[in-house]
C-alpha cells in the first residue's frame, strides 16, 4: 500500500530532549516536506526536500533540523525542543513538488508535546 | 505573495444535501493548480481533488466537484450528497508564485453534516 509513515503517532517530552519524528513513503517520491499545524495558524511549511541531499527552509525553521540521506527517509530532528514546538506535525511526499497535479500525501501526523 | 482565502470558518450542512466551500486565491502566476484536502477529526490529511487553471472541465471526483472561475480565482469545492462521515475540515492550497516547490494553504472550513 502506498504511504507515508510517521513514526511516533504522539510524544510527550521535556524541554531540551533530543527528538527525532521519523518519515519514511514507499512511492519513489522525489519531494518531501515537514508542516506543523497550530489552531488559528493553519499548516506552515518548516522544511522541504526535492531530492537526496536537497534541503530547503520552508516558512518556520527554527529550532529543527532535516536530513535527506535516502530518497525515502525525511526525518525532522528538534535538536533542543522547547514549549513553542507543541504542535501537531505532518510529513508529506509528492513525485515532483505541485508540479502538474502531483498532490502531496501526508502522513497521519505526530502530536508532539513539549513540556 | 501568495494568498488563500477561505472565508467560512464554519459550516452546517444537512445530510444528503449538498455544500458548496468556498475558496478564492490571488496569484499572478499563468499556469497553477488548485488543491482540496480534507482533515478528519483523526487528524489525517486526504487529498481530495485536484483543478489545473488550463484544465477546459470543473474537476469532478466522485460526489467532489470544483466550481472554478479562473476569472474571479476562485475554486469551490461542492460536495453533493453529505455524509455524516464528510463532516471535516477542509482546506484548498495553491503553490507558491513562481514554484511548485512550496504549497500556501487557506485557514480552512470546518464543515458539520447534521442528521
Known amino acids: 500500500e502506498a504511504q507515508v509513515t510517521q513514526n511516533p503517532r504522539y510524544l510527550i517530552t521535556v524541554t531540551g530532549k533530543k527528538l527525532t519524528v521519523t518519515c519514511s513513503q514507499n512511492?519513489?517520491?522525489?519531494?518531501m516536506s515537514w508542516y506543523r499545524q497550530d489552531p488559528g495558524l493553519g499548516l506552515r511549511q518548516i522544511y522541504y526536500s526535492m531530492n537526496v541531499e536537497v534541503t530547503d527552509k520552508g516558512d518556520v525553521p527554527e529550532g529543527y533540523k532535516v536530513s535527506r540521506k535516502e530518497k525515502r527517509n525525511f526525518p525532522l530532528i528538534l535538536e533542543s525542543p522547547s514549549p513553542n514546538q507543541t504542535s501537531l506535525y505532518f510529513c508529506?511526499?509528492?513525485?515532483?513538488?505541485?508540479?502538474?497535479?502531483?498532490?502531496?500525501?501526508f502522513g497521519d501526523g505526530t502530536r508532539l508535546s513539549i513540556l | 505573495a501568495q494568498k488563500i482565502t477561505q472565508t467560512q470558518p464554519g459550516m452546517f450542512v444537512q445530510e444528503k444535501e449538498a455544500v458548496t466551500l468556498d475558496c478564492t486565491y490571488d496569484t499572478s502566476d499563468q499556469s497553477y493548480g488548485l488543491f482540496w484536502y480534507k482533515q478528519p477529526s483523526s487528524g489525517e490529511m486526504i487529498f481530495l481533488i485536484y483543478?489545473?487553471?488550463?484544465?477546459?472541465q470543473n474537476a469532478t471526483e466522485g460526489r467532489y466537484s470544483l466550481n472554478f472561475q479562473k476569472a474571479r480565482k476562485s475554486a469551490n469545492l461542492v460536495i453533493s450528497a453529505s455524509q455524516l462521515g464528510d463532516s471535516a475540515m477542509y482546506f484548498c492550497a495553491i503553490p507558491r508564485l513562481g514554484s511548485a516547490r512550496q504549497l500556501t494553504f487557506g485557514s480552512g472550513t470546518q464543515l458539520t453534516v447534521l442528521p
Open positions: 512511492m519513489n517520491h522525489e519531494y
Open positions: 508529506a511526499s509528492s513525485l515532483f513538488g505541485a508540479h502538474q497535479g502531483q498532490p502531496q500525501h
Open positions: 483543478q489545473g487553471s488550463y484544465d477546459e
